[in-house]
């Protein structure tokens, strides 16, 4: 089983080498996509031997660069490929137990969550984040026939094969409406697993308009709703589809 761990990256210069180092200890293949980072994160990438390196001359959004990473993995001959943050919100020492669940051979795509076992060091989040997931990944549960918790954590494991069944194309922090619609549609069989919910920066930034917690939450809401006509309309929906979005 080939398995690559694969990190976008934008403008983390504080913590890179950082979060690389630990992830070392327990991956063999890292590839990092460097979204056009400016603050001399792209240097300190380009200077490290030890992983594959996508860099995008300007920033293309958080979505693109995982669709990168999915497309850099199927090329490459993985089996598997794990995403994560590098903004030392997920833990690599948590990379062992997506293995072993990975090792299961019973998923397509096994993901993290911050709320399925809540435990005492866990951080609280920012209100409207909590908020916005807790009403995404309900409306997601309900349309979509799914058990998730979190639809938001970035921290999964991926089997190349299911992935490649997937039409994926929303480049920026709306991504997840577009992945838990068509991985549904696709029968991709889906877990979560817990990870600690952690947030070292409440005040960080979405940038532009997403800052704003409504706008927020009706960007998804349009992009979910885009994607629902795309894949569940009655040319693209089986009869047996696991979502009841369909007419």
Known sequence: MRLLVAIPVFNEIKCVHRVLDQVRRYATDILVVDDGSSDGTAEALAARKDIHLIRHPQNR??????????????????????TMDCDEQHEPERIPDFVREIRSDRWDLISGSRYLAPGSNDDLPPGDRRTINATITGLLNDLLNLSLTDAFCGFKAHRVSAMRRLSLDEP???????????????????TEIPVRLIYNDPTRH???????????????????????????????????????CCP
């Open 172 to 190: 920026g922090y709306a991504f997840p409406m577009q992945l838990w619609p068509q991985a549904a549609m696709a029968g991709l069989r889906i």
């Open 61 to 82: 959004g958080y979505g693109q660069s995982l669709i990168d990473a999915f497309a850099y993995a199927d090329a490459a001959g993985y089996d598997w490929v794990i």
């Open 206 to 244: 979405f940038g532009g308009a997403l800052d704003d917690a409504s706008y927020r939450l009706k960007h998804y809401l349009d992009v979910l709703t885009r994607e629902l006509e795309r894949c569940c309309g009655p040319a693209h929906c089986p009869a047996d589809a696991a979502c009841c």
